[in-house]
């Protein structure tokens, strides 16, 4: 992965250096867990509630699913009901890790997001769909195939307050529609088919579309290919409550040079107006923040991640239709970010709030003081 551009970096240095006096050190009021108050009280205070992506694997960690109990009012599957987790073949369902997961949640008081029933990337699809027999009218069978494992899913998990029906359609690099298996048959229609499914099976829950568009200037396609979307969508009275913004932020592989400032956080306050505007509801789904290009020294690391996440989060929490914020994954060491592009200096990246020995970061300390600043809900 690229690093940081120097003007990025002096950037960021500037923003932490502003935002030192805010952020406790490590370890001077935290405890393994974090200050007295939890991250979910703190939004909890303000209308809001966070929450974090949980695997099946971390189920086995006792202090893992301590940090859930402790921190979390929400909880959202990470794989555990992707289509190629719960469906290995049109009638054969399997659910025993979404299962684990959301006993877990209910046991310990946590409500449920579901992710994800259509990520339109085929990549992402189970191999038996990718390979079906589409037979003589192929529209009608891709319809049969998305209806049941929709309706199927949907129903196993009424518990299930909020989900991701469709996943990353926008693509990010042209702002259309992404095609895939689905749309050279269904059209953009295929879209519309999955939400209204999903609604037919689950009228009470949140119903959202979730993508990576970001406050980048690289991310302008994206952010304006999704808002034509989400219009087009509105228009037709697609049943959409919410947009999932995932909010990975940080470094990005094919961008090296993301010029920060004024412009780049009022694009982003515009995108947010329209969506909002278009009456949407928001929710940060996936926050985490790639440190790739950041100094070695884990101080100074810190405090840069910080910075940068409080700059983010307080633009993205101004605004109150954004009730829920989840990040991906609580400590440092199970993040996907480890396992794409390391970081030069060979170092484990520090995205998330807990370190990887569950110790509370000053991005934890970030995420507390935004939410605790946001306006209220
Ligand atoms: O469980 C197997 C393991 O048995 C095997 O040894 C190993 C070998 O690679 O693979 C393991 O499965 C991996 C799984 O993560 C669990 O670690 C898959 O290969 C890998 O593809 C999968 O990656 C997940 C990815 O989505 C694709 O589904 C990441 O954990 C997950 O964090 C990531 O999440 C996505 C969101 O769904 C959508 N937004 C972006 C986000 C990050 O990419």
Excluded at 89 to 103: E, K, Q, V
Excluded at 156 to 168: A, G, K, L, M, R
Excluded at 177 to 184: A, K, N, P, Q, Y
Excluded at 215 to 243: C, I, M, T
């Amino acid at each position: 992965m690229s690093p940081l551009s120097r003007r990025e970096f002096l950037s960021l240095a500037a923003g932490a250096m502003a935002a030192a006096a805010s952020v406790p050190r490590v370890g001077a009021t935290a405890s393994p867990a974090g200050p007295a108050q939890s991250l979910n009280a703190t939004a909890r205070a303000r209308g809001m509630r966070f929450g974090s992506a949980m695997s099946f694997a971390q189920l086995s960690d006792p202090r893992y699913c301590e940090l859930m109990r402790t921190q979390c009012g929400i909880m959202v599957t990470e794989n555990a009901l992707k289509w190629p987790q719960t469906q290995s073949g049109p009638s054969t369902f399997t659910f025993g890790h979404g299962d684990a997961l959301a006993r877990f949640a209910a046991e310990n008081g946590l409500l449920l997001r579901g992710h994800n029933l259509l990520w339109q990337k085929s990549r992402y699809l189970p191999d038996w769909v990718r390979h079906y027999d589409l037979g003589a009218q192929p529209a009608k069978t891709l319809e049969k195939l998305l209806y049941a494992h929709i309706t199927t899913e949907i129903k196993h998990y009424p518990q299930i307050v909020s989900w991701d029906v469709v996943n990353e359609a926008i693509s990010a690099r042209t702002g259309a529609l992404r095609e895939t298996l689905f749309t050279r048959d269904l059209g953009p229609e295929l879209i519309d088919f999955c939400y209204h499914c999903a609604r037919a099976a689950a009228p009470h829950a949140q119903l959202v579309y979730n993508d990576y568009m970001n406050w980048q200037p690289y991310s302008r396609a994206h952010r304006d290919g999704v808002l034509r979307f989400l219009e087009g969508l509105r228009k037709r009275n697609v049943p959409v409550d919410a947009l999932g913004i995932q909010s990975h932020i940080g470094a990005n592989p094919r961008h090296p040079d993301p010029p920060l400032g004024r412009p780049q956080k009022m694009a982003w306050r515009g995108f947010l107006e329209a969506v909002t505007g278009l009456g949407y509801g928001l929710l940060i789904t996936e926050f985490d923040v790639n440190d790739n290009g950041l100094p070695s020294e884990p101080a100074l690391r810190d405090r840069l991640i910080a910075a940068y996440a409080r700059d983010y989060l307080d633009i993205t929490l101004s605004f109150r239709e954004l009730k829920d914020v989840l990040t991906w994954g609580l400590v440092d060491k199970y993040s996907w970010l480890q396992h794409i592009a390391p970081r030069a200096d060979g170092t484990p990246k520090r995205p998330l709030p807990f370190d990887s020995h569950y110790r509370a970061t000053p991005l934890y300390f970030a995420l507390a003081e935004a939410l605790r600043t946001a306006p209220a809900r």
